[in-house]
């Protein structure tokens, strides 16, 4: 596994507690593993990494709120529909 990915792991929670001396040692170790040949030359800063991996969270947990959403509401879209056409007389949960 690379050491960025384990360098990033669970970033989101705890990048916004670090202090400006720990982002640069953090980014030493990137650092280091460029020239041991570890990483590539063109790698991505720390930082970069961490946002690109923020941006990717919010894009999923919005398209999977949007897709609970829409199910959501298509299930009570049918349920109406039914109770509409005096198929169940009662809904109750």
Same mark, same amino acid.
């Given at each position: %596994?690379? &050491? ?8 989101? &929670? ?6 400006? $001396?720990?982002?640069?040692?953090? $980014? ?8 041991? =040949? ?8 720390? $930082? ?18 949007? %897709? ?17 056409? =005096? ?7």
């Amino acid at each position: %596994m690379p &050491s960025s990915l384990k360098l990033t792991y669970a970033a989101s &929670s705890w990048w916004g507690f670090t202090t400006a $001396e720990d982002r640069q040692r953090l $980014e030493a170790v990137i650092r280091r593993s460029i020239r041991s =040949g570890l990483c590539a030359d063109d790698h991505m800063s720390l $930082e970069d990494l961490v946002t690109d991996a923020n941006d990717k969270l919010f894009n999923l947990s919005y398209t999977v709120n949007i %897709m609970f959403y829409t199910v959501y509401f298509l299930v009570v879209q049918i349920v109406i529909i039914i109770l509409g056409q =005096g198929v169940i007389k009662c809904f109750c949960l």
